[in-house]
């Protein structure tokens, strides 16, 4: 089935949130939505989630779903927001455990912090299948840009998170903590394997030099015939080699420090202080 696909894009992350809906019954998932967040100021604000809440309520949708593809380390999510307003169950990949796991310690977290996941609502497993509506979903385990990298299959729409982007800006990094560049290809080849008309749908837009309109949608096709990093034709071995010289010249995206500290506990602040006032760590040379 070909499910309605609406783009929500911010333009201060450059990051592109999604609804999904079923045209039969109107249900409704809602992918990646962004917290605004002035990081001089430490404050947030959810104009950029209203936006998405003010459109599923005009179009009569449902929300039963509420979707992370992964825990983003360049802006922060609006999903507990989103839940609260909408409803919806709050789901993740499976291996969001070892995420916790690996931040929980960068962030010296604390007994506080459960790294088990149970800050969400559901696990997705590879494989996994879901409803939204009359809509089959399938949840795709694309491990790579992180362990716990999800891409969810509705219909003939794909949303792949951050494994891929527009075919002329290529790939995403590997070098956070957890990923790799060997695991990210073969991730990539998972959604090679899909249909060529397979609708793929990006996390992010971020222009690169010749192009001056975002654009955050493509096919698996296009991918496989002209991606700049990994088309047909380029090898595993070729593949890593490039990725991991490009991410030695990487700067660590601006909000990765608030951005992990948040997402990793599925939106939510940490708790507060005796004071009454949510805290975030800034560790020192670490990243």
């Not at 789901?91 to 977290?109: H, L, R």
């Not at 222009?207 to 990994?230: A, C, D, F, I, M």
């Not at 088309?231 to 890593?240: I, L, M, R, Y």
């Not at 909000?255 to 005796?274: F, H, T, V, Y």
Request: hydrophobic share 40%.
């Amino acid at each position: 089935m070909k499910p309605d696909v609406q783009a929500f894009f911010d333009k201060v992350t450059k990051t592109v949130s999604y609804t999904v809906s079923d045209p039969e019954t109107r249900a409704c998932a809602v992918i990646d939505t962004v917290l605004d967040f002035d990081p001089a100021a430490a404050r947030t604000r959810t104009d950029s989630a209203d936006a998405v809440i003010d459109y599923v309520r005009r179009q009569g949708l449902t929300c039963v779903w509420v979707l992370e593809t992964h825990v983003h380390a360049d802006h922060l999510s609006a999903a507990p927001h989103i839940q609260e307003v909408l409803g919806g169950k709050l789901g993740i990949g499976v291996e969001i455990v070892t995420v916790q796991e690996v931040f929980g310690k960068v962030f010296n977290a604390g007994t506080e912090f459960e790294r088990t996941g149970s800050q969400f609502d559901h696990l997705f497993r590879d494989g996994e299948t879901f409803r939204i509506g009359n809509l089959t979903a399938r949840a795709i385990h694309t491990p790579g840009h992180t362990p716990a990298c999800m891409t969810y299959l509705i219909g003939d729409a794909a949303f792949i998170g951050d494994t891929l982007f527009m075919p002329d800006y290529g790939t995403a990094r590997a070098d956070f903590p957890g990923g790799d560049a060997r695991t990210l290809y073969r991730s990539i080849q998972k959604l090679f394997a899909l249909p060529d008309d397979t609708r793929l749908f990006m996390c992010h837009d971020y222009l690169p030099e010749g192009r001056n309109v975002h654009r955050w949608e493509s096919t698996v096709g296009e991918q496989k015939r002209s991606n700049t990093h990994t088309h047909e034709g380029v090898s595993e071995d070729a593949f890593v080699t490039m990725r991991e010289a490009r991410d030695a010249t990487l700067a660590m995206p601006q909000l990765i420090i608030p951005s992990i500290q948040i997402n990793m506990r599925a939106g939510r602040l940490p708790p507060p202080e005796d004071n009454g006032i949510h805290y975030l760590k800034l560790p020192m040379n670490v990243l």
